[in-house]
């Protein structure tokens, strides 16, 4: 059950780096990279939960966490920040 | 099996990293690659068994060395291009490399059985390990079987801290402003992540330190998180390291090597050797020398990157 949940998990980190290389624009990437990789993310940890001891799981609970909000936060100020330069690119026009 | 299999794709892609991080010209592809190599140098230690090692990488060369970079490089965008050597300088340089790349290969293979067989210093370590008034042996080694080492290291983290801060010229830490000079407005969303991932980082920090006497941690590691905290403070956006006045962090900053000399006068004075704990309060002094040297660590790291924000 374990290595189903990583596997999966695997594959949606896989996915989401195909749509980091393919997609032709910084914000569908972004789109791939955090959507698909914090999935991924959450199956790795749910498979390694079904492995690990209390106070093991609760390291990567917190690790879980921790990389929510840092790839969120980053996910926004990249995307602030392209839009900025977008504008910023029309308005020079 | 699977185990060298994953370290050789693991020793694959270091070195695959490490010459496309050589390879763009965009400073910040370049960098962005640099710290991935470093997280993956963190994966290498660890599979080398060397955990503290591999905390001191992740922390230091891939977290604070990369914010450096990032800063240097968005600075650096601006000046000219420069150009290419010419090709026989490239060549030159490039045959330089593969032959000292070639003789340590060679050296490496040549005492690889030796080194397999034999423990290194792990014996000698752990003989004197009773007295050093800590169980892991690596703390041991770095706060008191070569404490001197670990003073010289934090003299010179202090000279590049005092480097950084009059290259910058930038002796007035209260000019750092916003740290999102070129952008439309503060960053609400990065100031309420700092807001709650610096004491996280400062508790784990304090957590690291403490753990270093039985287990991987220490001085240099919980230092190293400690200037993360302070890089985070920074990003706030508020021009404060920890709302802090600047007087107390150049006084916090010498706090490891005033440590070191205190405690050496004192046991020079009470007349063992210099550096040399007294058996019973090993531990507890060790502890106290490692609390200060993680201080001086951390303000150091935090002030290397605040002095290459753009005040004003």
């Known amino acids: ?93 | 099996m699977l185990e060298g299999a994953f370290d050789l794709v693991l020793a694959s892609f270091l070195v695959a990293l490490g010459r496309s991080a050589l390879q763009f010209e965009d400073l910040f592809r370049a960098v962005v690659l640099y710290i991935a190599y470093g997280l993956l140098m963190a994966l290498a230690w660890s599979r080398l068994s060397a955990p503290d090692v591999a905390l001191a990488e992740a922390a230091i060369g891939a977290g604070v060395t990369g914010a450096l970079f990032l800063d240097a490089a968005r600075d650096l965008k601006r000046a000219a291009k420069e150009r290419k050597p010419r090709v026989g300088w490239r060549f030159a340089i490039s045959l330089l490399g593969a032959v000292v790349a070639a003789g340590i290969s060679l050296a490496l293979i040549g005492i690889l059985p030796e080194s397999a067989e034999s423990e290194g210093l792990t014996a000698r370590v752990g003989q004197s390990l009773s007295e050093a008034g800590v169980s892991q042996p690596v703390t041991a080694v770095i706060m008191n079987f070569r404490s001197f080492d670990t003073w010289l290291e934090l003299l010179v983290l202090l000279v590049a801290m005092s480097s950084s801060l009059v290259f910058h010229r930038t002796f007035r830490l209260h000019t750092l402003r916003s740290s999102w000079p070129h952008s439309s407005g503060p960053e609400p969303v990065l100031a309420a992540l700092a807001n709650v991932l610096t004491p996280c980082a400062l508790a784990a920090g304090a957590y690291l330190v403490f753990r270093g006497s039985s287990g991987p941690g220490g001085a240099f590691q919980g230092g190293a998180l400690l200037g993360a905290a302070g890089v985070l403070s920074l990003l706030r956006g508020r021009g404060e390291l920890f709302r802090l006045r600047q007087r107390f962090f150049l006084s916090t900053a010498v706090a490891g090597v005033v440590a070191f000399l205190v405690f050496s006068l004192g046991t020079g004075l009470v007349g063992r050797a210099v550096l040399e704990y007294p058996p019973g309060l090993a531990g507890t002094l060790l502890l106290a020398l490692e609390v200060a040297s993680a201080v001086s660590i951390g303000v150091t790291l935090s002030v290397l990157f605040a002095a290459a924000r753009p005040s004003g």
């Open chain 1, 1 to 93: 059950m374990s290595a189903v949940l990583l596997g999966i998990g695997a594959s949606f980190f896989f996915a989401g780096t195909v749509g980091v290389l393919r997609f032709p624009d910084t914000l569908c990437r972004l789109h791939a990279l955090t959507k698909a990789d914090n999935l991924g993310l959450g199956f790795v940890v749910a498979g390694l939960v079904l492995r690990a001891d209390a106070p093991g799981t609760a390291e990567l609970f917190l690790i879980w966490t921790l990389s929510l909000l840092a790839s969120g936060t980053s996910c926004y100020l990249i995307a602030r920040r392209t839009l900025e330069e977008r504008t910023d690119a029309r308005r020079s026009l």
